[in-house]
């Protein structure tokens, strides 16, 4: 069993999470919050601290915000699986919380079998992006690489100078299947999902992977999906 914990302001939104993931035999949600401070309250009761391994955490929240809330859980227990609720996610977000060490963003639109996939998938430890997610990053990244909209306070939009840098590090190339297969990543496909689409073996996928993660100098997935978003890659 999975006990999870939810923090959001919206009462709408907490109860709707709440009853789409009820539905499934090996996820309860042990607690809902709506703010930082009352989930960390929650969290600390000694009846959950020791059994709650993920929380979907929204980010904007009084009292104590999502990110905030994050670094709290994240110091005192590591391992805890925290997933950022997105409706809108800046730059400055992903990176901040990407460097406290979430496992990964899912969207609050996305359905349940995809939210219950992506608790699943990161308190196993992976990395997730839900497509839901992928796709608001990467709508909001290139309305604002095309000018076409203006960025929140949070966001400094790049210089001219930033603009003129090549989006790939100095001397680095991707192939033409290493797009292929950041393409698929962006899209939020899974190892065995691109191997099937591209008709490779999972092994040969997994190392496209780890060659294009090292090529763009992030540390995994997830930092690989944002560079290439960022520098408009896909």
Same mark, same amino acid.
Request: aromatic share 2%; no cysteine; proline share 3%.
């Given at each position: 069993?999975?006990?999870?914990?939810?923090?959001?302001?919206?009462?709408?939104?907490?109860?709707?999470?709440?009853?789409?993931?009820?539905?499934?035999?090996?996820?309860?949600?042990?607690?809902?919050?709506?703010?930082?401070?009352?989930?960390?309250?929650?969290?600390?009761?000694?009846?959950?601290?020791?059994?709650?391994?993920?929380?979907?955490?929204?980010?904007?929240?009084?009292?104590?915000?999502?990110?905030?809330?994050?670094?709290?859980?994240?110091?005192?227990?590591?391992?805890?699986?925290?997933?950022?609720?997105?409706?809108?996610?800046?730059?400055?977000?992903?990176?901040?919380?990407?460097?406290?060490?979430?496992?990964?963003?899912?969207?609050?639109?996305?359905?349940?079998?995809?939210?219950?996939?992506?608790?699943? #998938?990161?308190?196993?430890?992976?990395?997730?992006?839900?497509?839901?997610?992928?796709?608001?990053?990467?709508? #909001?990244?290139?309305?604002?690489?095309?000018?076409?909209? #203006?960025?929140?306070?949070?966001?400094?939009?790049?210089?001219?100078?930033? #603009?003129?840098?090549?989006?790939?590090?100095?001397?680095?190339?991707?192939?033409?299947?290493?797009?292929?297969?950041?393409?698929?990543?962006?899209?939020?496909?899974?190892?065995?999902?691109?191997?099937?689409?591209?008709?490779?073996?999972?092994?040969?996928?997994?190392?496209?992977?780890?060659?294009?993660?090292?090529?763009?100098?992030?540390?995994?997935?997830?930092?690989?999906?944002?560079?290439?978003?960022?520098?408009?890659?896909?």
């Amino acid at each position: 069993m999975i006990n999870i914990g939810i923090a959001d302001d919206d009462a709408l939104v907490r109860q709707t999470l709440r009853e789409l993931l009820s539905k499934y035999d090996d996820i309860a949600v042990s607690w809902i919050a709506k703010d930082g401070q009352e989930a960390l309250d929650l969290f600390h009761s000694s009846e959950v601290e020791s059994t709650v391994q993920a929380v979907l955490v929204d980010v904007q929240m009084p009292k104590m915000d999502g990110l905030a809330l994050a670094k709290a859980l994240l110091e005192e227990h590591p391992d805890i699986a925290i997933l950022i609720l997105t409706t809108f996610t800046a730059d400055s977000i992903v990176d901040d919380a990407m460097a406290l060490g979430v496992r990964g963003f899912v969207a609050k639109e996305d359905g349940a079998s995809s939210l219950a996939g992506a608790i699943r #998938q990161a308190v196993a430890g992976n990395l997730v992006l839900s497509p839901t997610s992928s796709a608001i990053i990467s709508d #909001q990244a290139r309305l604002w690489a095309n000018g076409s909209a #203006q960025p929140s306070e949070s966001i400094s939009k790049p210089t001219q100078a930033q #603009q003129s840098i090549s989006p790939l590090p100095h001397g680095i190339t991707l192939s033409e299947r290493e797009r292929e297969v950041l393409t698929l990543v962006v899209d939020a496909k899974t190892n065995k999902q691109i191997a099937t689409r591209l008709r490779l073996s999972e092994a040969t996928i997994k190392t496209h992977v780890s060659a294009i993660i090292a090529k763009l100098g992030v540390q995994d997935r997830v930092g690989a999906v944002v560079y290439a978003l960022r520098h408009n890659l896909v």
